[in-house]
């Protein structure tokens, strides 16, 4: 597997399965799959998106079974109704700041933060 895609299976981007699926591509297909989807500087760049199994598999079987090239326009139509389960991670320093009662939940934890950030956006406008 090419390393950006390990990249992304190192950052929990993409889970195993779909990885595994992937990894049967050529190195050129993966690389096309990755500049698709998750490359910043690509058109079809989403922040947003992750890949499950059906998809790597649909991808794997474009390949195989049809002897199809992977082109960027088949990833973005594959990819993009999956979105990535949005994570904060925050570090011991933000949680220390939080108020105990939030601090107990990873949700209202995340929902504070967002806020916060908001807030300060909305007041600093050199941000």
């Known amino acids: 597997m090419i390393p950006q895609l ?50 790597a598999k649909r991808i794997r079987n474009r390949v195989e079974d049809k002897g199809l090239n992977i082109t960027p326009s088949f990833v973005d139509a594959e990819l993009s109704h999956t979105p990535r389960a949005a994570k904060l991670h925050l570090t011991k320093d933000i949680k220390a700041m939080l108020p105990d009662d939030i601090k107990k939940s990873p949700a209202a934890s995340k929902e504070y933060v967002m806020k916060a950030i908001s807030f300060y956006q909305e007041h600093n406008k050199e941000v």
């Open 6 to 55: 390990l990249d992304l299976v190192d950052d929990k981007t993409i889970k195993i399965v779909p990885a595994v699926e992937l990894s049967y591509l050529s190195p050129e297909d993966q690389k096309t799959v990755y500049e698709t989807k998750f490359d910043e500087n690509s058109d079809y760049y989403d922040p947003d998106t992750s890949i499950d199994a059906a998809q």
